[in-house]
């Protein structure tokens, strides 16, 4: 949900928060602090993400919390200091907003996709674009390589068994150090077949002398044993652990017990690195669209939506049309170009809208009009698909536009989000894909993109208009 406004949000009941704060100016700075730490020790102690918000309703900062009720209050609490560069914003807070999460790991996956979309004044950290790491096992090569990666939609890893993302990117490095001593898997990206004859004559990297590596690289394991280790490193890596760890203490205590004490800490750090392995999220949970949205096989993608559209040419270029407001506030839209199945970035396009402000459908109208009135003309070329984020109202609103030009488009679609239906112009049932299906995840995959660019446009609208930027 975006996060300015100049009124309350209602929720999905259309019913207004019943402690909306008082406008602003109409209480003292002492008053204002009062009522903020109330608000604030009545918060759950649990683990949580809050959101600073100025009297117009703008977030001023995101943070974390393990226990809300008490990270929240220090805020307001008289003795709070936050440095030179946070302690300005007590003085814009005017209310606050929270989002209760089962697990701290949770509470940072939330707050960094929150700071990363909304993009807050007063947060330095998290502002980078970089997302947590992946761990990816190849298990589609004869001898599967373990890598620790932020990419996962690099060629190498298609078809690769993905897990994560971590939240902890250094406890996971030093998981994979101390996991690869029992496991022995290789880290390195050789193109490793089983039965080449120059493999008995590869000599090794150092990890196989010191016990990190079973050498594939120089047939000093078969394809059986090696995928057996891998096989039991995702098993480990998946489930609970409890009986290695248990082994770790042991071997810990033991360690203390005859004074070895550095050697009893670096027991403890493998122990509690391996402990975060659990410290985790899932793909399907989509917190990192940026990094996760690409990874499937593009040719596979537009073959399989070729086939679905019932289309005899194949398809090479698909566009995506979104639109972003706030109850009329900064209407934007956003146009994003996909050529072969991934994303075209110098096909991306803003629009600022002129025309319409609450309108879904005359902001379609528009941005359809703007961008293809070149095309109608005879002048530029349709993209083969044409993607309107929405059900088949947006889809009708595109479909004015187009049939005021004189050249029609190839194709034009839509995806409505909560069944993901692909309505069809010129079809009077919708398409239904499994959620599976590549061709419904190329399509996922524009729609996404195209919401994503055009939530970016309108926070920058708001930051202008608000900041006066």
């Known amino acids: 949900m975006p996060d300015d406004a100049d009124t309350p949000i209602a929720d999905e009941d259309g019913y207004l928060p019943a402690d909306t704060p008082p406008s602003w100016g109409s209480e003292t700075d002492h008053q204002r602090r009062v009522r903020l730490l109330k608000k604030a020790r009545d918060l759950p102690k649990s683990p949580g993400v809050y959101l600073h918000k100025d009297h117009k309703g703008v977030v001023l900062y995101v943070g974390k919390a393990s226990k809300l009720a008490d990270r929240v209050a220090s805020y307001y609490q008289k003795s709070a200091d936050l440095g030179p560069r946070k302690q300005p914003m007590l003085d814009l807070v005017h209310d606050f907003d929270v989002l209760v999460c089962e697990t701290e790991w949770e509470a940072l996956l939330t707050e960094a996709r929150l700071i990363k979309d909304i993009k807050p004044k007063f947060n330095a950290f998290l502002t980078d674009g970089k997302t947590f790491p992946y761990l990816a096992v190849t298990t589609q090569e004869d001898f599967p390589g373990v890598f620790v990666t932020r990419a996962i939609n690099e060629p190498r890893f298609r078809n690769a068994t993905i897990l994560g993302p971590f939240t902890s990117p250094g406890a996971l490095h030093q998981a994979m150090q101390a996991l690869q001593r029992v496991f022995k898997f290789r880290t390195c990206e050789l193109d490793i077949i089983e039965g080449d004859p120059k493999l008995p004559m590869f000599r090794p990297c150092l990890l196989h002398p010191i016990g990190r590596c079973s050498a594939p690289c120089a ?32 071997e810990m205590e033991a360690a203390s017990e005859s004074r070895d004490y550095e050697k009893a800490a670096m027991l403890r750090d493998e122990i509690r690195a391996i402990e975060k392995l659990d410290h985790r999220a899932s793909r399907k949970d989509q917190w990192q669209p940026e990094a996760e949205s690409f990874v499937l096989d593009p040719k596979k993608c537009v073959a399989s939506l070729q086939r679905a559209l019932e289309m005899e040419t194949p398809i090479r270029c698909v566009e995506g049309i979104d639109i972003a407001h706030l109850q009329g506030g900064e209407t934007v839209g956003s146009k994003v170009s996909f050529v072969d199945g991934r994303p075209f970035k110098e096909g991306y396009r803003r629009y600022r809208i002129r025309t319409a402000s609450n309108d879904d459908y005359a902001s379609i109208r528009e941005v359809v009009s703007r961008r293809y009135r070149d095309a109608g003309a005879g002048q530029e070329l349709y993209p083969d698909v044409i993607l309107i984020d929405g059900g088949l109202g947006q889809l009708h609103a595109a479909q004015d536009a187009f049939e005021q030009l004189d050249i029609q488009p190839p194709m034009v679609i839509s995806l409505a989000k909560r069944e993901e239906l692909i309505y069809v112009r010129a079809k009077t049932e919708p398409i239904r894909l499994g959620r599976e299906n ?10 996404d993109e195209a919401h994503r660019f055009a939530q970016h446009y309108h926070h920058t609208l708001r930051r202008k208009r608000t900041l006066g930027e």
């Open 438 to 447: 590549p061709g419904l995840r190329l399509c996922q995959a524009v729609r």
């Open 219 to 250: 047939a000093r394991i078969n394809k059986a044993d090696y995928r057996a280790d891998i096989d039991r490193f995702l098993k480990f890596v998946r489930s609970k652990r409890s009986a290695m760890l248990r082994e770790l203490r042991t």
